[in-house]
């Protein structure tokens, strides 16, 4: 489990349009947020980045850059792209496995053939742009996610009050 104020590693992952994104190499005035989803089988997933999508420009309004990555294939994950309403969300694909358990995500084994072997389950991570951990949200089923205007009103909250990392104990 990475703790609050603690550096989190690395990730590179390829985007569905052809680019790589890297961590390290974000720019952010106030967070990075990644969101860690389940991938192209999940509706809940679905519904969730679609809403997130209607959200761009409020996150970029407040210094925020973000991705949304799966373990998906990249066949998969483009077919997402294109079937999902998320047509400026940054998706990237092949998260491995073991940098999903380095995160602390949860990881879940198939149960049906719309599936993946393996895949992670949802997490949302709020990095400072030094490269710490903010916060972290992290589940083990697809419910009960953070919504994004509890998100936009924290991010609100703490760059206006300064108000610290919590929970590194």
């Known amino acids: 489990m ?6 989190v590693p690395d990730l590179k992952i390829p985007l569905i349009n052809d680019t790589q994104w890297s ?12 969101v860690f989803y389940r991938g192209l089988h999940c509706p809940v997933c679905k519904n969730y980045l679609e809403d997130l999508a ?3 420009k409020d996150f970029s309004d407040r210094g925020v850059h973000l991705i949304a990555i799966s373990s998906d294939s990249e066949e998969r994950a483009k ?9 400026e ?14 995160w602390g995500l ?11 072997d393996e895949f992670s389950e949802p997490g949302l991570f709020l990095i ?14 697809p419910f009960a996610r953070p ?5 936009l009103n924290a991010i609100d909250y703490v760059n206006k009050n300064n108000y610290p990392a919590r929970g590194g104990e």
Do not use: C
């Open 128 to 141: 400072r742009p030094d490269n710490t951990l903010y916060a972290s949200a992290i589940q083990t089923m």
């Open 89 to 102: 969300l940054p998706i990237g694909y092949n998260l491995p496995i073991e940098t999903a358990r380095e």
């Open 54 to 56: 209607t959200k761009l």
């Open 23 to 34: 961590l390290y190499d974000q720019a952010s005035t106030s967070f990075t947020m990644i």
């Open 2 to 7: 990475i703790k609050p104020t603690t550096e």
């Open 79 to 87: 077919k997402a792209g294109k079937e999902w309403n998320v047509p």
């Open 106 to 116: 949860y990881v879940s084994k198939k149960t049906s053939d719309k599936e993946p």
């Open 147 to 151: 919504h994004w205007d509890d998100i």
